[in-house]
């Protein structure tokens, strides 16, 4: 992140600015599935790249008819802010030069933006989408990979397996995810979130060593939809540092507690009672949530 006085990405100050300063439109990104522009924000003589999704770029999905994907991208960094992780980039509802969307800190290299023609239309074919998917910050510092394919019936020791996957030929490979905690906390929290995409394209690692992941429109709904890239931990006991984040997360979903009460201002009553049912489930089983077996579990394709 450059600008905003080196605010992080996730905190507070960095809300704000997104919020306060003036939204500029750079370009469109033309690999996301909806409208998806590239922006800046300024302030105070200070500037942020920003991604901004304009509500009327938003093509209308058939299973998720309340509301719009925009509130629920910053539902899920309200819900990611009251657990401490800061997982999600600073997110805010905002008029804009297309109308209200959600406006969120650019993160990581900036994109390959086309200048011109960002006029979002009505929307495309597809599920929400964000820029860069499948380059989402991965090769940006010295870390290992967190995701890969190998032609193994079981992963090495450090990784954790999801599933096997079709590489073409006939041939099948097995698809891993580094058994590393930060991912382990995004796992909870898309289990909260109740996360229909979690792609290996929505993470997010500028250098530091911290992890972000974007991408969060198709979330909170009320029946399960969790698909995800990490289900590595499957059926396993949770951490003791999830259990208290958790446990933490449900006194602040309570009715009239101040993030109960900003949910209930982006998603319906149904879908914040789920996000409650999601999380006391959770502490009650004191795992990590197996697949359904109604709902395809792993999001295709995967990156």
């Keep these: 992140m450059s600008g905003g006085g080196g605010a992080e990405p996730a ?6 600015f997104l919020a306060e300063g003036t939204l500029t439109v750079r370009g469109r990104i033309r690999d996301a599935s909806n409208a998806v522009l590239y922006g800046v924000v300024e302030r105070g003589g200070e500037s942020l790249p ?20 925009a509130m629920r991208e910053v539902a899920a960094y309200e819900v990611s802010r009251a657990t ?13 030069p297309y109308g209200e969307g959600m406006c969120q800190v650019w993160v990581g290299a900036l994109p390959d933006a086309e200048p011109g023609d960002a006029e979002p239309g009505d929307g495309e074919e597809g599920g929400d989408g964000e820029a860069g998917d499948g380059e ?4 940006e510092d010295e870390e290992e990979p967190l995701l890969a394919l190998v032609e193994a019936e079981e992963p090495e020791e450090g990784w954790k397996a ?13 698809l891993v995810h580094a058994d590393d905690a930060r991912l382990r906390r995004l796992a909870v929290l898309d289990a909260v979130l109740n996360n229909g995409d979690r792609k290996g394209g929505h993470l997010l690692r500028p250098p530091g060593g911290r992890l972000y992941a974007i991408d969060h429109g198709v979330t909170f709904h009320v029946d399960d939809k969790l698909r995800t890239l990490l ?12 259990v ?8 602040a979903l309570a009715e009239g507690a101040p993030l109960a009460t900003r949910l209930a201002e982006l998603l319906t009553g149904p879908e914040v009672d789920a996000v409650r049912k999601r999380t006391e489930a959770m502490l009650s089983s004191g795992r990590h949530p197996l697949p359904s077996g109604d709902w395809p579990a792993i999001p295709w394709p995967p990156v």
Excluded: Q
């Design 11 to 16: 905190g507070e100050a960095t809300r704000t």
């Design 50 to 69: 920003c991604v901004y999704k304009p509500v009327r770029g938003e093509r209308p999905l058939w299973d998720f008819p309340d509301g719009n994907l």
């Design 84 to 96: 401490g992780w800061d997982l999600i980039p600073a997110t805010v509802l905002r008029d804009g």
């Design 136 to 139: 989402a910050g991965d090769g």
């Design 162 to 174: 999801v599933g096997f996957a079709d590489v073409g030929g006939g041939r099948t490979a097995l």
């Design 231 to 242: 289900w590595g931990w499957a059926g396993e006991e949770l951490t003791a540092e999830a």
């Design 244 to 251: 208290e984040v958790l446990r933490g997360l449900s006194g």
